[in-house]
């Protein structure tokens, strides 16, 4: 089996708008701040088992404002 | 309405009240995405329509060229104030000044911040119990009948039981308010008479409503308007004003265009109707999906300073007509943009704008869309239209069913089959 590579989630604040569609499809992946605007949950990185989750909300960010790394 | 001269040509004189435009908007953007992505029009002192994702991302973006200090493309006659008139504001023609939607940066962000947290997900989520109750009791008038006007009788009711709530306004004042936005938002497109009475009537009623909380308080969103500061300031008097009109005006008829285009869709695709029943789980992939496909709301902008967007320029002063829906049935970012798959997983749409301006009350919208639908499948599961020609469609900045007939398909028997599983 493949190994897995350990993913990273970064919100960049400066385009998200609080759409909060991250917020809606990965919940332990994303939070939000008292306006609603998003960050990831810790430093980013994304659990095993998270990394679909990871790339729905990085393609429904309307505002393109999430990337899914490498970590 | 007034009769307008036939358009000859969508690409270089369309006309967005004309009727095709109203009752079939999705096959004229999509011909003019192909053959005139940004097409132009003499009418309303001239008006820009980009039709391709890119060009409307584009402009939602350049706040710099594109202004928010108009976002309707209305007749409006150029006015001179006379002495007769009101002057509310003047020397301007029948605007709707309602911060934040209609500020530019940098005035635009601390009105916007200082309503943020009343529509984050976790202050709307403690609204849909009340939410849910509303429904309820609409669908509990019509559920025995053989049908419904599901736009009249259903989804016009149920923002307006909601902002009533949330405004502290009381619910038998909804009439009035579908009443405005009718004058404000449909007949105010056209003439400018109903507009302004419109608009002298919301003000009169807020202004009392704003006197009463000074002096009584309360635990609503005119008095957290009347708590908050900005810069350490209270909200002028017109601030408060402007903000009331925008919160009533943006959370009724938006919100209900969108649950009467989804019952609309379903009426008429069994499958999808099917689906949501036994895989109730797709719920919030169709709601987004339906978001997509039938976005209601088409907002606007004044160019502010002359520029080039998609290869075409933009004239000073004239407006564009920033169609989050046309975005949305852009092929070139949505696969099989102009069919309805409501377990689409991927989808970036626009259908709440873009950049600065994203709705505010985008949460608060998707819950009501959600709970809606449910409360409405849970008891009518089976509908479909009486007749697609009676259905009527809204025009001007948002657009959805104001008349929507259904017939009901199950009957009594089998639904207390159903009710007794």
Not at chain 2, 66 to 87: C, L
Not at chain 2, 276 to 298: C, G, K, Q
Request: aromatic letters at 8%; hydrophobic letters at 40%.
């Amino acid at each position: 089996m493949p190994e897995q590579k350990v993913l990273q989630v970064v919100v960049d604040p400066a385009l998200c708008q609080g759409h909060n569609r991250c917020k809606a499809i990965a919940p332990k992946l994303f939070e939000l701040d008292e306006f609603g605007h998003a960050h990831a949950v810790g430093d980013g990185t994304v659990p095993a088992g998270l990394e679909d989750k990871a790339r729905l909300a990085e393609a429904n960010c309307p505002e393109f404002a999430i990337k899914v790394m490498q970590a | 309405m007034t009769d307008r001269p036939p358009v000859l040509d969508w690409t270089t004189d369309f006309d967005h009240l004309d009727p095709r435009w109203v009752t079939e908007p999705h096959q004229i953007w999509d011909e003019l995405r192909r053959q005139c992505p940004i097409a132009h029009t003499e009418r309303y002192g001239g008006v820009y329509f980009p039709s391709r994702y890119a060009d409307i991302r584009a402009i939602a973006y350049d706040t710099e060229h594109f202004s928010s200090r108009r976002v309707v493309v209305r007749e409006m006659p150029p006015r001179a104030p006379s002495g007769s008139e009101k002057k509310k504001s003047p020397g301007a023609q029948s605007t709707l000044a309602s911060p934040p939607i209609t500020s530019d940066p940098p005035h635009h962000r601390p009105s916007r911040m200082l309503l943020l947290p009343a529509f984050t997900p976790d202050a709307i989520s403690r609204l849909e119990p009340k939410t849910r109750k509303i429904c309820r009791g609409l669908i509990d008038r019509f559920a025995s009948d053989d049908g419904c006007d599901a736009a009249a009788d259903y989804a016009q009711h149920v923002p307006i039981a909601v902002i009533a709530h949330m405004l502290g306004l009381p619910e038998e004042d909804g009439e009035r308010f579908r009443r405005w936005i009718q004058l404000l938002l449909h007949d105010g497109i056209a003439e400018d008479v109903s507009f302004r009475k419109a608009l002298d009537e919301m003000d009169d009623y807020f202004r009392q409503h704003i006197a009463q909380r000074r002096s009584a308080g309360g635990e609503d969103l005119i008095t957290f308007l009347l708590k908050a500061r900005m810069a350490d300031q209270p909200l002028s008097d017109e601030h408060i004003l402007g903000t009331l009109r925008l919160l009533l005006i943006a959370g009724i008829d938006t919100t209900w265009s969108a649950i009467g285009s989804c019952l609309w869709h379903l009426a008429q695709h069994r499958d999808d109707r099917c689906r949501l029943l036994s895989e109730p789980a797709l719920m919030p992939t169709a709601v987004e999906e339906f978001l997509r496909a039938y976005a209601p709301v088409t907002m606007a902008r004044q160019v502010a300073k002359e520029t080039t967007v998609g290869g075409c320029p933009f004239k000073e002063r004239e407006m564009v007509l920033l169609s989050f829906p046309a975005a949305n049935r852009d092929p070139e970012v949505f696969p099989q943009a102009d069919r309805v798959v409501i377990d689409r997983t991927e989808n970036r749409h626009a259908a709440f704008g873009l950049g600065i301006h994203r709705c505010i009350g985008s949460n608060l919208a998707r819950m009501e869309i959600t709970v809606a639908l449910e409360e409405w499948l849970a008891r009518i599961p089976d509908f479909e239209l009486t007749d697609p020609a009676s259905v009527i469609w809204s025009h001007g900045p948002v657009r959805g069913p104001r008349k929507l007939p259904l017939v009901f398909k199950l009957t009594w028997e089998l639904r207390s089959l159903l009710d007794a599983r």
